[in-house]
C-alpha cells in the first residue's frame, strides 16, 4: 500500500521547504499535497494518521485527487481503522473521476462484497473502466474476466485482445494466460512456439506458473531427448524453486527427471521427490514409489512397503497402481494369491484402458483361476490390451489365433501376428515361431527356418532359444560341423545356467557326441543341470553317483537324485527305480511292489521298455499284485512302440490263450510284426504256426524253411525246430534222427534250454545217438540252470518211474520240487497229487494241500481246482465251502472247465455262500461241456431230463448223455444204457442199452453190472439167463449196490435163477434194507409177515411194511391198509380201520387202483372214516377205471343190491369178466351174477 501511494502520489521530497510553507494554506489541493507528504514518509518522517487528516480535509473540500488515496488508506487501515465503508465511498468518488486505479480498486471491493454488496457485473464493469484507461492489471484481469465468464458471458477471443494488451505492457500474469491460450488454441489459432514464447516472458519475470509448466515442457523434451542444455538447466531451476514452495507438480517430475535422464541422474534425489510427491497424495507418485520399491527383490521390507504405497495409489483410482496391485494379488508376487483382492483391481483397471490389467485379465480368464473361465471374455481382453501396442497381449492373441482359443482357429492371422512381432523384435515370437517351424506345428515344417527364428532370439540373448538352436542342429542332417555348433549353443546356454542345456551337454560329452568324450565334465554338467532342478539331470547326476564316475560312488545320494526326478515324471529315472527294485542290489532289497509303482508311473509317461517289463510283472505268477488286463493292456502299449520283446509276448499271449481267449489271428499278426523289424524270435513263432496250422494254412514244409532260414541267421531257436522238423514223421528214419540230434546239439551249445531239454531227450531215449543216461542227466542238468524246470520235472519222474535199479523215489521227489522251486506248475500239482493218492508216499494230505496251493499261486488252474475241492470237503484242511467255490470262480472265470463244472455244482448245490441258481448252473455246465468235459455232459444230461434249469427234453439229454459216455463218462454210459432200454430221448435198443451197460461196468459201474443182471433175467437184448443174472447182481451186490442186493435177495426168496433160500434172501434183502433200499425193505416185510425162509414176525413185518410206506412203496401202502382193515388179527395186530385209512389214502394218492379201492369200502361203511356213499362210489369208480377188476365187481354189487339197478350193474359186471381175472369171475359165478355172454 505505501508503494501503491507512492506511485499514486509522485510527490517530489525536495519539496518540503515548499509545503511547509503551504501548509498554513487553505487550498485542498495544498492539503492534498500535505497528506502526501506524510504519506510516503518524506524526509523518514511517514505519519499516516496525518496522511489521512490531510486527505480527508482535502476531499471533503473537493479535491477529487485525494478521495483515492484516502479511500486507499481507509481499505487498507492505515491511519485508521480498516472502515470498507468510507473505502467505498471515497474510491466511487475517484472512479467516477475517471482515475484507472481507483476505478480497479472499487472493482476489487465489488468482487469481494467489501464495503458494498458484491457483484460480479459491478466488478466486471469498473475493470473495464479501468482497464480502457490503460491499466494494465485491470487489462490482465478484464481478460480473465471473459476467459472465465465472471459476471459476463464468457469470449475467449475478447479475452485474449485484453491479455496481448497487459501482456505486451510487460504483465507477466498475462504474459502467462496470453502464452497458455497459445498452447491450447483458446480464442486464437493453437500456436505452441508462440505459446512458449510469452511464456518465457513471464517465466523469465518470475512467473511461478509458468515456470512450473514451460519447465515441465523442457524437462518432458529432455526426457525424450529431444531437449536443450539452456532449456533443461532453467527447467531444474525453476522446478526446484517451485519445489521448495512444496509445488506439487514441480516435486512429482523432479522425482522422474532424476530418475529417468542420465545426465541429470540423482537416485537419492529422484527418491527424495518421489516420496515427497508420494506423502502428497499423488497417486502417479504413489504407484511409481511402490513399484520402484517392489523391484527390490533383496529388501522385504522394501518391497512391504510398496504395497502400502501400491495399495494407497490404487484407492486413489490409480489404474497403473490398480493394475499392477492386481497382478501381484492374483499371482501371489511376494503376497499371498488372493483372487478376490486381485480381480476387482484388474477389472477397474482393464475398464479404464489399462493395457497391463487387461493383459493379465485377458490370462485370468484363460486360466479360470478365481473367475470362471471364459475363452471368449479372455480373447476380448487381450484384443483390446493387443490394441493398445502391448506385445505381451499381442504374443498371446496370436496364440489364440494358432489354438483356436476364445476365437475360431486362424493360423494364417496367427503366424501373421507372431511373424509381425518378431520383426519388431520381440524376442518371444521369434522363440515361438522358432519352436513352430521346428515341429511343424501350425506351419510347415523347415529346419532352417526354425534356426533362424532360433538364431535372432539367440542374439538377443534369449537362452532358450540357444538350447534349441543347438537341438535343431543336432537333429537336422549328419553334419559334425553341426553337431559341433550346436554343443556350441548348449555350452553358450548352460553357461547362462540352463538346465536343459547343462543336460544336453552332459549328454554330448557322455557319448562323445559333437565334442571328445568325458565322462567326468559330463557328470559335472549333469550335477548343475540337477542343483537347477532340471529332472533328467537329476537322473544322470544319480547314475554318475551309483557308478563314481567324477568321485566315489554313491549309492544312497544316488539313488536320492534318481527317485527325485521320478518323482518329477522323467520316465527313465522311474524306469530305472523300477529296474532297481525288481532285480535289487547289494545295498537295495529286491521290492516288486516298489518295483510295479515306479515301472507304472514311467509307463504312463509313455516309456515303453517300462510298459514292457510292467506287463511282464502283471501277468507274472509270483507277482503280488498279478493283473493280467494290466499286463496286457502295457505289453500292447508298449508293442505299438515297436518294442519287439512285447510284440513277440503279446503273440505269446494270444497264442497260448491261457490269459486271454485264444486268437490266432491276432497271435499271427504280432509275430509278422515282429518279423517285419527283424525279431528272429517272431520269424520262428511264424513259422511255429504255419507249421501247426494255427490262424494260417498248416504247411510244414513252408515252416521248416523258416526254421532253416533263421538256424542259418544264427537263431538257436530255429536251428532247434528244424530239428523237430527231421522227426516230424511218425517214424522218422536214422538219418532225420541223426540230423536232428546234430541241430539239436548246435542249438543246445548255443545255450537254448529247449534244445537242451531235447538233446537230453535224445540220450534218454536213444534218438539219433546211442542211449545214454549220463549225458541225459547232464544235459537235463544244463537245460535246468537256464530256466529249463520242464527238465527237472522229466528227471524227477524218470527217476519215480523207471523200474530198478534207476528207480530212486527220494531223488526223484528231490528233482520235482526242484522244478516246483522253479514255479513248474506241473511240479506243483504232481507233487500235490503224489501225496494225495498215497501210492508212492505215505499219503499225506496236509503236504498235498501245501503243494496245490503252490500251484495254485502260481495259477496253474489244475492245482487251483484240486486244492479247491480239497477246501470243500475239508481234506488236510478246514472245510471251507465258500473258498472253494470262490476258488472254482476264479478258473472259471479263466474259462478253464473243470472250474467252470465245479462252479455250476456250488450253484446247483447252493453252497460258498452261492444262492442256488439251477439257471447259472446249466450255464456253466454248458460251457465246461462246450470244452469237452465229461462231467459236465453228465450234468447237462440229468438237467435236460429233469428239466432243471431248462426246459426239459429228453432227446437233448440223451445227446449230452451219449456225447459224455464217448468222452469215457462212466455214469454217462449207464445212464445212455437206460434211455435205450427205457426208449427215452431215443428209439428202444436193447442190444444197445445192452451194449453201454456192459461198457460202463467194465469201468467199474455197480449199477450197470446190476442192469445187466436185469437184461439177463428178463432176456432184454440179449437171451435170458437167469444164472449169468445172479452173478452180475452177485458182483454188484458185493460192491454194496443196494438194488443188486434186493434183486439177489428177491432171487433167493423165491428161488428164481437160484436154489430158494430163505436164510440168504434175508441176508442180501437187510443189506439192501440197511442202505434203505425201499423195495428190499418191502420184501423184507413180506418176508417176516409170511415167514418165508424165516420165523413169522408180525411186529417186524409191520415196522419194515411201514417203513417202505412211508418211503412212498404204494404195495406196501396197500398191504397195510388191508392189515388193519381185515387181515391183521389172526396175527396179533388188532384191527384199526383210522390206520387203514391212512395207508389206502397214501396209496390212492398215488393213483394205486387196490388202495382207492380198500379207501372206497371203509368209506361206504363208514369203518376209519365218515360214511360218505358219494365219496365211496367215486373212489370206487375211480379204481374200476383203472382197470381193476375186483373194484368192477364191487361196484356192480353196489348197482344191484343198493340201487337196484339191475343195468348200470350189469355193465360193470360184463366190464370185470372181459378182464379175464379169474378170482374176480369165480365170485360172481358163485354169486350168480357172471354175464350169459361176456
Not at 518329477?568 to 532285480?583: C, I, P
Not at 496286457?632 to 508298449?638: G, H, I, P, Q, R
Not at 490266432?664 to 511255429?688: D, E, I
Not at 449196490?1041 to 442180501?1068: F, I, R, V
Request: charged share 25%.
Amino acid at each position: 500500500m505505501p508503494q501503491e501511494i507512492d506511485q499514486t502520489l509522485l510527490v517530489d521530497h525536495d519539496s518540503e521547504k515548499i509545503l511547509n510553507k503551504l501548509a498554513d494554506s487553505n487550498a485542498p489541493a495544498m492539503k492534498t499535497l500535505m497528506g502526501a507528504w506524510y504519506a510516503i514518509g518524506a524526509g523518514g518522517k511517514r505519519d499516516w494518521i496525518k496522511a489521512r487528516i490531510w486527505f480527508e480535509k482535502a476531499a471533503t473540500e473537493g479535491d477529487t485527487r485525494a478521495a483515492y488515496p484516502l479511500g486507499l488508506l481507509y481499505s487498507a487501515g492505515l491511519g485508521t481503522p480498516i472502515d470498507y465503508d468510507k473505502a467505498f465511498y471515497w474510491l466511487s468518488i475517484a472512479a467516477r473521476q475517471n482515475i484507472p486505479d481507483a476505478q480497479y480498486r472499487l472493482a476489487g471491493l465489488y468482487q469481494e462484497g467489501k464495503g458494498t454488496a458484491k457483484s460480479e457485473r459491478e466488478f466486471a464493469y469498473w475493470v473495464k473502466k479501468a482497464a480502457g484507461n490503460g491499466h494494465i492489471d485491470a487489462q490482465r484481469a478484464m481478460g480473465m474476466i471473459l476467459h472465465y465468464g465472471l459476471g459476463v458471458h464468457k469470449n475467449l477471443p475478447e479475452s485474449v485482445k485484453w491479455f496481448e494488451k497487459a501482456a505486451n505492457a510487460g504483465n507477466a500474469t498475462a504474459q502467462y494466460y496470453l502464452g497458455m491460450d497459445y498452447m491450447n488454441g483458446n480464442g486464437l489459432a493453437k500456436n505452441e512456439r508462440e505459446g512458449e514464447k510469452w511464456l518465457y516472458r513471464a517465466a523469465m519475470q518470475d512467473h511461478l506458473e509458468a515456470q512450473t509448466y514451460l519447465g515441465t515442457i523442457y524437462l518432458k523434451r529432455k526426457l525424450q531427448n529431444e531437449g536443450q542444455p539452456p532449456e533443461t538447466a532453467l527447467a531444474i531451476q525453476w522446478m526446484e524453486n517451485a519445489a521448495t514452495r512444496n509445488d506439487p507438480y514441480a516435486i512429482r517430475l523432479l522425482s522422474m527427471v532424476y530418475r529417468h535422464i542420465p545426465e541429470l541422474q540423482n537416485n537419492a534425489k529422484g527418491m527424495l521427490h518421489l516420496r515427497r510427491s508420494a506423502e502428497m497424495g499423488n497417486a502417479s507418485a504413489q504407484f511409481d514409489l511402490g513399484r520402484t520399491l517392489f523391484q527390490d527383490k533383496n529388501s522385504p521390507a522394501k518391497r512391504k512397503e510398496a504395497v502400502v504405497w501400491l495399495e494407497k495409489a490404487a484407492q486413489q483410482d490409480e489404474r497403473r497402481a490398480q493394475a499392477f496391485l492386481g497382478n501381484m494379488y492374483y499371482y501371489g508376487e511376494f503376497v499371498p494369491v488372493d483372487y478376490v483382492k486381485a480381480l476387482p483391481l484388474l477389472m477397474r483397471a482393464a475398464d479404464k484402458g489399462d493395457s497391463f490389467a487387461q493383459y493379465t485379465l485377458g490370462l485370468a480368464y484363460i486360466d479360470g483361476n478365481g473367475i470362471a473361465k471364459d475363452e471368449r471374455k479372455a480373447f476380448s481382453w487381450l484384443e483390446k490390451s493387443a490394441s493398445q501396442n502391448r506385445a505381451s497381449a499381442q504374443y498371446f492373441l496370436g496364440l489364440m489365433y494358432l489354438d483356436g482359443t476364445g476365437t475360431p482357429v486362424n493360423e494364417e492371422k496367427g503366424i501373421r501376428l507372431l511373424k509381425e512381432l518378431a520383426k519388431t523384435g520381440y524376442v518371444y515370437a521369434q522363440y515361438k515361431l522358432g519352436t513352430y517351424a521346428h515341429s511343424g506345428l501350425h506351419m510347415a515344417k523347415d529346419l532352417a527356418e526354425a534356426r533362424k527364428w532360433y538364431q535372432l532370439a539367440a542374439s538377443q540373448d534369449h537362452i532358450k532359444a540357444k538350447y534349441w538352436l543347438g537341438m535343431s542342429l543336432f537333429q537336422g542332417p549328419d553334419s559334425e560341423q553341426d553337431r559341433k555348433k550346436g554343443v556350441y549353443w548348449f555350452t553358450e546356454a548352460a553357461k547362462q545356467d540352463d538346465p536343459d542345456a547343462q543336460l544336453e551337454l552332459g549328454k554330448s560329452l557322455l557319448y562323445g557326441d559333437g565334442i571328445d568324450k568325458n565322462e567326468k565334465q559330463a557328470c559335472t554338467w549333469f550335477k548343475k543341470a540337477a542343483n537347477n532342478q532340471q529332472h533328467t539331470g537329476q537322473y544322470y547326476a544319480g547314475m554318475c553317483l551309483m557308478r563314481g564316475i567324477n568321485g566315489p560312488v554313491d549309492i544312497p545320494k544316488g539313488m536320492s537324485l534318481i527317485e527325485m526326478s521320478a518323482n518329477n515324471k522323467v520316465s527313465m529315472a522311474q524306469f530305472q527305480l523300477g529296474k532297481l527294485y525288481e532285480y535289487g542290489l547289494k545295498e537295495l532289497p529286491k521290492d516288486i511292489s516298489k518295483a510295479i509303482g515306479w515301472y507304472t508311473r514311467a509307463a504312463e509317461n509313455g516309456h515303453a521298455t517300462a510298459q514292457y517289463r510292467l506287463g511282464k510283472l502283471y501277468l507274472k505268477a509270483d507277482t503280488p499284485l498279478k493283473n493280467i488286463p494290466l499286463g496286457l493292456e502295457f505289453l500292447e502299449k508298449s508293442a505299438s512302440q515297436n518294442i519287439t520283446s512285447a510284440i513277440f509276448d503279446l503273440g505269446n499271449i494270444y497264442y497260448d490263450g491261457k490269459i486271454v481267449k485264444q486268437d490266432m489271428a491276432k497271435a499271427l499278426n504280432y509275430f509278422q510284426k515282429g518279423t517285419g523289424l527283424g525279431h528272429l524270435p517272431s520269424q520262428n513263432f511264424v513259422g511255429f504256426m504255419i507249421e501247426n496250422g494255427s490262424g494260417v494254412k498248416k504247411d510244414k514244409e513252408k515252416a521248416c524253411k523258416i526254421y532253416d532260414e533263421t538256424g542259418r541267421r544264427g537263431s538257436a531257436y530255429g536251428l532247434y525246430r528244424y530239428g523237430l522238423c527231421q522227426l516230424s514223421d511218425p517214424d522218422p528214419s536214422p538219418e532225420n534222427q541223426k540230423k536232428a540230434f546234430i541241430l539239436f546239439e548246435q542249438a543246445a551249445r548255443k545255450n537254448l534250454a529247449d534244445a537242451q531239454y531235447f538233446l537230453a531227450l535224445c540220450y534218454e531215449y536213444g534218438k539219433g545217438t546211442p542211449k545214454n543216461p549220463g549225458e541225459a542227466i547232464e544235459w537235463y542238468r544244463r537245460a535246468s540252470e537256464n530256466d529249463k524246470p520242464e527238465a527237472l520235472y522229466q528227471l524227477g519222474m524218470l527217476y519215480i518211474t523207471s523200474p530198478s535199479p534207476r528207480q530212486n523215489i527220494p531223488l526223484g521227489l528231490d528233482y520235482l520240487e526242484k522244478a516246483a522251486a522253479r514255479d513248474l506248475s506241473s511240479a506243483f500239482n504232481e507233487l500235490g497229487r503224489i501225496y494225495y493218492d498215497g501210492k508212492i508216499v505215505r499219503q499225506d494230505l496236509k503236504k498235498s494241500v501245501f503243494w496245490y496251493r503252490k500251484g495254485a499261486q502260481s495259477g496253474d488252474t489244475r492245482s487251483q481246482n484240486d486244492l479247491a475241492y480239497m477246501m470243500e470237503y475239508g481234506k488236510g484242511l478246514e472245510k471251507d465251502e465258500k473258498a472253494a467255490c470262490t476258488m472254482y470262480e476264479k478258473t472259471a472265470g479263466e474259462k478253464n472247465a473243470y472250474g467252470q463244472f465245479r462252479l455250476g455244482l456250488c450253484y446247483l448245490n447252493g453252497k460258498g455262500g452261492k444262492a442256488k441258481d439251477q439257471r447259472e448252473a446249466v450255464r456253466l455246465f454248458e460251457s465246461a461241456a462246450g470244452q469237452n468235459l465229461a462231467s459236465a455232459q453228465y450234468f447237462l444230461g440229468i438237467y435236460h431230463k429233469e428239466g432243471k434249469g431248462v426246459v426239459k427234453n429228453m432227446n437233448e439229454a440223451f445227446k449230452w448223455y451219449l456225447t459224455a459216455a464217448d468222452n469215457g463218462h462212466v455214469s454217462s454210459m449207464f445212464e445212455v444204457g437206460k434211455m435205450f432200454a427205457n426208449g427215452r430221448g431215443t428209439e428202444r435198443d436193447d442190444k444197445k442199452a445192452f451194449h453201454w451197460f456192459e461198457k460202463a461196468a467194465e469201468n467199474g459201474s455197480d449199477s450197470a453190472l446190476t442192469q445187466l443182471g436185469i437184461m439177463y433175467y428178463k432176456g432184454l437184448g440179449i437171451s435170458a439167463d437167469k444164472s449169468k443174472a445172479a452173478s452180475f447182481f452177485l458182483k454188484a451186490a458185493e460192491k454194496n449196490n443196494s438194488y443188486a442186493q434186493h434183486w439177489l435177495g428177491y432171487m433167493y426168496l423165491y428161488g428164481k435163477g437160484l436154489e430158494k433160500n430163505g436164510e440168504l434172501a434175508n441176508q442180501w434183502l437187510s443189506k439192501a434194507a440197511d442202505q434203505n433200499e425201499t423195495g428190499a425193505i418191502f420184501e423184507l416185510g413180506k418176508q417176516y409177515w409170511y415167514g418165508m425162509g424165516v420165523p413169522v414176525n408180525p411186529e417186524k413185518a409191520i415196522v419194515l411194511l411201514q417203513k417202505a410206506g412211508n418211503d412212498g412203496h404204494v404195495i406196501a401202502q396197500r398191504i397195510l391198509g388191508y392189515i388193519y382193515a381185515d387181515g391183521g388179527p389172526e396175527k396179533g395186530i388188532p384191527l384199526d380201520f383210522e390206520k387203514a385209512v391212512q395207508w389206502f389214502e397214501k396209496a390212492a394218492r398215488q393213483d394205486d387202483a387196490a388202495g382207492k379201492m380198500g379207501l372206497a369200502l371203509l368209506t361206504l361203511t363208514g369203518k376209519g372214516t365218515p360214511k360218505n356213499e358219494e365219496k365211496g362210489i367215486r373212489l370206487l369208480t375211480q379204481s374200476a377205471n383203472m382197470n381193476y377188476p375186483s373194484a368192477m365187481e364191487l361196484l356192480g354189487d353196489f348197482y344191484r343190491e343198493e340201487k337196484g339197478d339191475k343195468k348200470e350193474a350189469e355193465k360193470w359186471y360184463r366190464r370185470a369178466a372181459e378182464t379175464g381175472d379169474k378170482t374176480v369171475i369165480e365170485s360172481m359165478k358163485k354169486k350168480g351174477v357172471y354175464p350169459a355172454n361176456p
